[in-house]
């Protein structure tokens, strides 16, 4: 398939995007949990990788399974929102964020082997099965990613250098998050 694109250099732009990317996609499903806490009338508390109720516990646990639904949603929202941008038009150095989507949610569904994330919780809680709902999430964030990878025919190469720039800058989101706990609300 011939397409009328090119890949994109991994160059310092292309990587300051992707850290960009990396931090907004982060922060902003970090903040939809934060809303919804907050629209439910939690005082809510946020970091890089958690958002909290500051009183420690939720009153009910469909507040927990609605709030642990908001991250999720957005990113599926991001996703989607940028897959459209696009294709319908030259948007070629939006794929970092497309693409941290996806990571992070597989990386929420791997995580739930030993530790329920996200879609894991909701799914146990509606009795499905732990994995239904990341499985299902996943799928449909790789669906977007390898159809606008196959539009803008990116290679194998391409992506696992894109794989490699998530990697570096969702870890160092995650272990500044661990060791500084730097509260952002």
């Not at 009328?4 to 160059?11: A, C, G, L, Q, R």
């Not at 508390?45 to 991250?71: C, D, F, R, V």
């Not at 800058?169 to 500044?176: A, E, N, R």
């Amino acid at each position: 398939m011939k397409n009328n694109y090119s890949t994109p250099k991994i160059n310092k732009q292309y990587i300051a995007i992707f850290a960009i990317a990396v931090f907004l996609s982060w922060t902003l499903h970090e903040l939809a949990h934060w809303i919804v806490g907050e629209c439910l009338g939690y005082t809510m508390g946020m970091t890089l990788n958690s958002s909290y109720p500051l009183s420690g516990q939720y009153a009910q646990n469909w507040h927990y399974q609605l709030i642990s639904a908001g991250g999720p949603i957005f990113t599926l929202c991001e996703a989607i929102l940028i897959f459209i941008v696009m294709r319908k038009r030259k948007r070629i150095l939006l794929y970092p964020f497309i693409f941290t989507c996806f990571y992070t949610r597989l990386l929420a569904t791997i995580i739930s082997f030993r530790n329920p994330n996200d879609e894991a919780r909701i799914s146990n809680a509606l009795g499905i099965g732990k994995f239904t709902l990341p499985i299902i999430s996943s799928m449909i964030l790789f669906i977007l990613l390898y159809k606008i990878s196959r539009l803008y025919g990116f290679d194998t190469k391409f992506n696992w250098a894109n794989l490699g720039l998530v990697i570096l800058f969702s870890s160092i989101l995650i272990l500044t998050d661990m060791y500084f706990k730097i509260r952002l609300i």
